[in-house]
């Protein structure tokens, strides 16, 4: 599994400005802090050494 990232403040502050590359809409930290979220089209992005990879080809469609 993966582990949990300890996020600071800065990089929580970044994670706000961070929005999906397909439909443009803010993406949400997931609760256990291993990715980001786009609620619209449902495109989960990993969290990888405490950087969002941003990337539509490493992002996984999550079931509602």
Known sequence: GASKVALDS?????????ACPVC???VRL???ETGLLCEKCR???PIRDEI???LVE????KEP
């Open 52 to 54: 969002p990879v941003m």
């Open 10 to 18: 800065k990089l929580l502050e970044l994670l706000e400005m961070l």
């Open 58 to 61: 490493e992002a996984k469609i």
């Open 43 to 45: 495109r989960l992005y």
């Open 24 to 26: 443009k809409t803010p």
């Open 30 to 32: 997931e609760e256990d």
